[in-house]
């Protein structure tokens, strides 16, 4: 499987060399400094423990722990949002305000068509529309331009990245705009500067304007975001015809979920419809269920929409669906359809997280620094499993 190839053949490069390499964005052509394992982490058919586990059989804790630490970055972002859901509703509220104001705004226009007459940036979105991807250091200078120096909506800049990203993710993306733009950390933002643009794409690529020195005020209307109180999932599976259900979100959970309880039938649910809203790209929704078919076994079915789910698992005569938990996001909505459509049916969903993210989103309350500190007992724990 091509998720599995990249992820060994990427394994010895995972310790100093990473490290010591990895802010530099070299070009499409040249990635061999960094994973490129994104896409697949996103929908966790390579899930992070997975990845750990298998980098901590090649490299000790220290020599590897820049790439530990990124790999967490993720599951940091997941359970930041997890304790805040109040934060992407928001999103979505200021987001549709701000298309709405920038609708004929030709500056926006220009940058999404690659056509702002800035070279680098018009680089950097060609090669995010024809690829899917873009190196994390590219990344972080395109939001700080888009937003302090164009002085641009982020909320507009995030929702261009999640349409066109392989590995576009609600709470990666959504919250990186925000800690750009210097909602994260209050009074803390990024600002991209040309000698670090210049160094680390090897003189690659030029800025040929002035970039912004200060932050560029950000107005928000978003609620403040203290912390709130996880679901416990702990519900007891009853007795009875019981059936896995697999979404896009934690695609591991055939492995992991599967050793619960015994299992009559399996099958994945991924709505392209739910997507569309979005307006993310075909290729991206493609990729996403060519990855979801290539996890499940030939027999189980792919379900497009809730309501057909809900028939066949009433087909199956199953007292309850098994899921591992959604987190926040579009996927969330096609879930909560499910959900009412199997209720309908007498069918219970019972839902489970697994134990990495029982273990560290509790720790996502504030700074990545403060997260951190329970990687550690996470990787023990790894490594006892
Ligand atoms: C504005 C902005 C938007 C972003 N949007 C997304 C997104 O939608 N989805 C996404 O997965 N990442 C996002 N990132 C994080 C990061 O850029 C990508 O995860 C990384 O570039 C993917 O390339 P890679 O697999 O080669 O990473 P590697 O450097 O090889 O890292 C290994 C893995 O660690 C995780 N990771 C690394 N850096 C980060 C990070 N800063 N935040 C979260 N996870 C990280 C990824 O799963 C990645 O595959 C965003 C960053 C910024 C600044």
Request: glycine content about 6%; charged content about 25%.
């Amino acid at each position: 499987m091509a998720a599995h190839k990249a992820l060994l053949a990427f394994l010895p490069r995972a310790g100093g060399e990473y490290a010591r390499t990895r802010n530099y964005d070299y070009g499409s052509m040249q990635r061999e400094n960094v994973s490129m394992l994104s896409p697949w982490i996103r929908l966790r058919l390579l899930s992070e423990w997975q990845i750990l586990n298998a980098v901590l059989q090649v490299h000790s804790r220290s020599s590897a722990s820049k790439f530990i630490d990124e790999v967490c970055w993720r599951t940091y972002w997941k359970g930041w949002l997890e304790l805040r859901p109040s934060v992407w509703e928001d999103y979505l509220v200021e987001l549709a305000k701000d298309r709405e104001r920038c609708e004929k705004n030709i500056g926006y226009m220009q940058m999404i068509e690659a056509r702002s007459g800035i070279a680098a940036m018009d680089a950097w979105t060609s090669e995010l529309i024809e690829t899917g991807y873009l190196h994390n250091h590219a990344r972080m200078w395109y939001a700080s331009i888009w937003i302090h120096t164009l002085k641009l909506p982020w909320t507009l800049g995030a929702e261009f990245f999640l349409r066109h990203l392989l590995d576009g993710d609600v709470a990666s993306n959504t919250l990186s705009w925000r800690w750009v733009a210097g909602l994260h950390t209050l009074g803390k933002s990024y600002l991209a500067q040309k000698s670090n643009i210049c160094k680390f794409t090897a003189g690659r690529l030029e800025v040929n304007i002035p970039l912004a020195t200060e932050s560029a005020l950000v107005e928000t209307g978003q609620r403040i975001t203290e912390p709130g109180k996880l679901p416990s999932h702990d519900e007891s599976i009853p007795n009875g015809r019981i059936g896995l259900l697999i979404h896009e979100e934690d695609l591991s959970a055939v492995d992991w979920l599967s050793d619960s309880c015994e299992l009559v039938a399996v099958a994945g649910l991924l709505s392209p419809a739910a997507y569309r809203k979005y307006g993310i790209e075909e290729s991206v929704i493609k990729f996403r269920s060519d990855c979801m078919r290539s996890g499940l076994t030939e027999k189980a079915e792919i379900f497009s929409c809730p309501n057909k789910f809900a028939e066949w698992a009433y087909i199956q005569n199953l007292d309850a669906v098994l899921m591992a938990e959604v987190p926040v996001g579009i996927c969330k909505d096609v879930i909560l359809d499910l959900e009412s459509s199997l209720a309908a049916r007498g069918i219970k969903i019972i839902k489970r997280r697994h134990w990495w993210d029982t273990h560290l989103y509790p720790a996502a309350g504030a700074g990545f620094f403060n997260f951190k500190k329970s990687i550690p007992s996470a990787l023990e724990k790894l490594m006892q499993t």
